[in-house]
């Protein structure tokens, strides 16, 4: 369900990362290499990324498949960035909310993508609504899981969450009540990223000091990607990238400390 990556480094034109690779993000959109569940991912897509003095980052979404958008890469080859999200989109429910639908999503100045599926959504979740503010509720961009899984990382962020932590404790929260979810988040504010590995593939290639770029899935067959363990959060920057195993409640309902190793 779904591909996503996020780029901090360099400025670059965004179709160098999203188009010109061999297996792109714009190829993933119908021929994944890695993808688990689904095998196309043809029901919207979207990027964000950030121009350099605005805090506020731009978007370009579409309800229909990346490769049927005639402009696409047209601002792919002329935008540049040093710091971005995509996403293609295979949804739960083919053409609900359409564009609205398509991540990223985006609230005060972060982005944020999810591949994945809530298993027995809506119902599942009813019991975690009560954690978010109504008006917060009330002004979910689209009515599917992704958009309220988002709301719940948003509630952290605003009570004061690192993007890590906000990750890291609405995965476990939402396994807790819908065990058998996806949950692959990702999370960037421009400056860092934060992601999960939790029910589908992650990978993430990294130039200490220079730049580092997350993905569903390896965009080419360069030898240094790296896959992601399930069950792990990774939060990057452009100068390190640091993994820590998350516990799976549905497997074991003991807490633990987390263990940080870093690359």
Not at 42 to 56: K, M, R, S, T
Not at 100 to 127: D, I, Q
Request: with cysteine; proline share 8%.
């Amino acid at each position: 369900m779904c591909r996503h990556l996020a780029f901090l480094g360099p400025e670059e034109p965004l179709g160098r990362l999203l188009v010109e690779p061999p297996h792109a993000l714009y190829r993933q959109s119908w021929a994944p290499r890695r993808q688990r569940y689904g095998t196309v991912n043809a029901d919207g897509f979207g990027i964000g990324w950030y121009a350099d003095g605005d805090p506020a980052p731009a978007r370009y979404r579409r309800a229909g498949p990346i490769w049927a958008d005639l402009s696409f890469a047209d601002l792919a080859r002329v935008v540049r960035s040093r710091a971005l999200l995509a996403a293609v989109r295979d949804a739960t429910l083919a053409g609900a909310d359409a564009e609205a639908a398509a991540a990223p999503y985006a609230a005060e100045g972060r982005l944020f993508s999810h591949n994945g599926a809530v298993a027995g959504w809506p119902g599942s979740l009813e019991p975690l609504a009560g954690t978010v503010p109504a008006s917060a509720l009330l002004s979910m961009e689209a009515r599917n899981d992704s958009a309220f899984v988002w709301a719940l990382v948003l509630a952290r962020l605003r009570a004061g969450d690192t993007g890590g932590q906000a990750l890291a404790d609405t995965v476990l929260e939402v396994a807790d009540a819908a065990p058998g979810s996806r949950l692959n988040l990702l999370l960037t504010d421009g400056a860092t990223i934060a992601a999960t590995a939790w029910g589908d593939t992650l990978w993430y290639l990294a130039e200490p000091g220079l730049s580092a770029v997350v993905a569903s899935e390896p965009y080419d067959d360069d030898p240094r990607w790296q896959e992601v363990p399930d069950r792990t959060l990774l939060v990057a920057s452009r100068a390190d990238v640091l993994l820590t195993p998350l516990k799976d409640p549905s497997r074991d309902a003991a807490s633990a400390p987390l263990e940080e190793t870093g690359t």
